[in-house]
């Protein structure tokens, strides 16, 4: 039966996708509303059956894999389209399905009034049909198709509004960005096939221990490009904030729940590699932790709501990269956890504003929206709480393992345990910035031309539903108390060393994120609500890093500089000089030649009987003698009176 179930979650979105993609004259928008919400919510019902049908077996039978066909069969290598079906993957795809689907009702509101409505709901099931197969998929092979599907369903997403240049410009730097992390896991395969001779899990992992350290080091660099291109992460984070170019739930489908913890699930689930590669696994923890501060302060200065939100991701995803790096396995889960329910909450809460202000996303034209938009200010501000890790909230207790299983880590977890903590009170300044200036900021310039309408049932209850489990999301993982998360994902990490944090590091760890906490939170504080001047004087005494940071530290400059702008003048000067001169040069060259030697011959071509008979005759002529001096060398000797071979050998 779960096998089946399994089948059943893959193919709802796929078929939808299909079928709303087909061309069908006028589009109906309820038929449109209903085949792109439906499937989905099928499937998160299928997906909590399978969830509770697993619940019910021991530990050693929450792993089934089911087969549909042989797919690849190369000597001793057999690929198949298989799914497995185990405690990751079914935790991954209950987020899924079940905050999509919450997205999906809320868009339908949403996307009303949009042109495409049903193209939207196409591309949103696809997008969602390839995140299953990615986590899912039994093995390497599937798991890079689905990985690649992700990485053209969002380049669809983001590139929706496709006469926007800046969308399309946005699409495919994600594109691009992603293909390199492809190109780093189909290398990864490579080397597996080379060295174990399977590409499926089973056999890899248990597997991995036989991998020299070499290759098991360079393996999990190669996985981690991948997990970093996708996930996000420095240098390859650029596309993240672009990608806010696409619809509002876009964002909180890619953000919340999907592809941006791609890269965190690709980690856990080959977690049996990074334990015998630990120089990767450092890797992976410093990247994570590099990635999680230089976002905070990046988004400490943007005004667009929806890109304070994007940097927020990618300062999240770090601290979730970070937690696998250090074999924090449970914990990067957990935190995926409560992030999709709080982030996806921020976003359409943030939708709930812009929908609102007829598209505005600058914070400089909000304020004052309390008095009309209540439903987004109490959304928004659970959303807040439970992201800095205020005690009781969702993000506390997820971020608080983190930064706990750095802490008791010594060495060099110490040093990312200060970067973590220091990273969570950059995050409580930012994000009360954003609720300060949007909800309880003086008003724009003249007020605004018409009171902010709110929202619809269909945009309210998702949001009100996300709320409720931003704020008691965290409770199924306490310190001292259960631990649900972690006996959920035991089966799957049996094989991961265990190790029970100390009370000394649960301490450190509470003491120092609440001190972070308030640290931001009074800053916050301080600049936006104790004096209305202050933001604006610290503003003009402080432009040369403000423009640093807005520019997110340079990076797309430098990209630009060292790698876009040659290239791209490389392209001109080999389609001004290359291209005529050598490609079209042989061309040209070609029929040239082609022509000249077809006017040699039009000579030839006189028309006179007589000329052809001569030339018939004379060539007759000249392939007897030919025949005469291979055949009889003696005999031509005597009729042409020349020794031919002899001369021909330079004989005189």
Do not use: C
């Amino acid at each position: 039966m779960i096998e089946v179930l399994g089948w059943v979650v893959l193919l709802l979105p796929l078929v939808a996708a299909i079928v709303l993609a087909l061309p069908s004259g006028e589009p109906s928008r309820p038929f449109s509303r209903a085949l792109g919400v439906a499937p989905i919510a099928a499937a998160f019902a299928a997906t909590v059956a399978i969830f509770i049908s697993l619940l019910g077996r021991d530990e050693e039978d929450r792993l089934v894999t089911s087969t549909l066909w042989e797919w690849i069969a190369i000597g001793d290598l057999s690929v198949d389209l298989a799914l497995q079906i185990d405690a990751l993957s079914v935790l991954m795809s209950l987020v899924i399905t079940g905050v999509g689907a919450l997205i999906f009702i809320y868009s339908t509101e949403y996307m009303e009034h949009d042109r495409d409505y049903r193209r939207f709901f196409a591309e949103m099931n696809f997008f969602v049909f390839s995140m299953l197969l990615l986590v899912l998929a039994a093995n390497f092979v599937f798991l890079i198709v689905g990985w690649a599907l992700v990485g053209l369903a969002s380049y669809l997403l983001i590139g929706y509004y496709y006469d926007k240049p800046t969308a399309v410009a946005a699409a495919r730097k994600a594109f691009v960005i992603n293909v390199i992390g492809d190109v780093g896991l189909v290398l990864a395969a490579f080397i597996l096939v080379r060295e174990l001779g399977t590409l499926d899990f089973a056999g890899v992992f248990s597997g991995a221990e036989g991998l020299s350290r070499g290759d098991a080091e360079l393996v999990g660099l190669l996985l981690f490009v991948g997990a970093a291109a996708k996930s996000a992460q420095v240098p390859l984070h650029t596309w993240l904030a672009d990608a806010m170019e696409g619809p509002t739930p876009v964002s909180a489908l890619i953000h919340a729940a999907t592809m941006v913890t791609a890269g965190v699930y690709l980690i856990v689930r080959s977690h049996a590699i990074f334990e015998v590669a630990p120089s990767a696994a450092d890797v992976v923890a410093i990247t994570g932790a590099v990635t999680l501060l230089f976002a905070a302060t990046v988004a400490t200065v943007q005004v667009d709501i929806k890109r304070v939100l994007a940097w927020s991701t990618v300062s999240q995803i770090g601290y979730m990269i970070m937690a696998a790096g250090l074999g924090a396995y449970v914990a990067a889960m957990f935190h995926f956890l409560t992030h999709a329910f709080f982030k996806a909450l921020l976003f359409l809460a943030a939708g709930i504003v812009i929908h609102a202000l007829a598209g505005e996303q600058s914070i400089d034209r909000m304020g004052g929206l309390v008095r009309h938009l209540h439903l987004a200010w109490f959304a928004t501000l659970v959303g807040v709480l439970a992201i800095i890790g205020v005690p009781g909230f969702s993000g506390f207790f997820s971020k608080d393992e983190i930064l706990a299983s750095a802490y008791d880590e010594g060495g060099l977890g110490i040093v990312l345990w200060v970067v973590g903590t220091v990273a969570a009170a950059l995050t409580a300044f930012y994000m009360l910035r954003l609720f300060i200036r949007v909800f309880h900021g003086p008003p724009p310039g003249g007020g605004y031309a018409s009171a902010p309408h709110p929202s619809g049932a269909a945009m309210a209850i998702p949001v009100a539903i996300l709320a409720f489990l931003s704020l008691v999301g965290g409770w199924i993982q306490i310190p001292g108390g259960w631990h649900l998360m972690e006996d959920w994902l035991h089966p799957v990490l049996a094989d991961a060393p265990e190790s029970e944090l100390s009370g000394t590091a649960k301490t450190v760890s509470v003491l120092g994120s609440l001190a972070a906490v308030l640290a931001g939170a009074g800053m916050a504080w301080w600049v936006f609500l104790a004096d209305p001047g202050r933001r604006e004087r610290l503003a003009s005494r402080f432009l040369g890093a403000r423009s640093v940071l807005n520019r997110a530290w340079l990076f797309d400059e430098i990209y630009d500089a060292t790698a876009v702008a040659p290239t791209r003048e490389l392209g001109d000067t080999l389609l001004r000089t290359g291209e005529p001169g050598v490609a079209q040069g042989i061309v040209t060259g070609s029929l040239a030649t082609v022509g000249s030697a077809g006017r040699v011959l039009g000579r030839v071509q006189t028309g006179l009987v007589r000329s052809y008979a001569f030339a018939m005759v004379a060539g007759v002529v000249v392939v007897a003698l030919i025949v005469l001096v291979v055949t009889n060398p003696g005999a031509a000797e005597s009729f042409l009176g020349v020794d031919v071979v002899g001369y021909l050998r330079g004989d005189g």
